[in-house]
């Protein structure tokens, strides 16, 4: 298990690297650091977490809104 979790700038930077603004950063550490104390990751690398969480983060904002027409009676 995880114990050691990043510091606030370590995630900042790495953060830059991935292309993750500061407060996506934030919800990223807010999510892992719940994950590590309720013991539901076993996730060994933060830094790949944190790719995979920027990786998901860019599919969902890529994707378009569903366009629907007014219901019409």
């Given at each position: ?7 606030r ?6 953060a ?6 500061e407060?996506?950063?934030d919800?990223f ?10 013991g539901?990751?076993t996730t ?30």
């Amino acid at each position: 298990m995880i114990t050691n979790l990043p510091t606030r700038d370590e995630l900042l930077l790495e953060a830059a690297k991935t292309g993750l603004s500061e407060t996506e950063a934030d919800l990223f550490l807010s999510n892992y650091k719940w994950r590590v104390e309720t013991g539901r990751t076993t996730t060994v690398s933060w830094r790949r977490a944190m790719a995979v969480w920027a990786a998901v983060t860019r599919a969902c904002k890529a994707q378009q809104p569903v366009k629907t027409e007014p219901y019409d009676r």
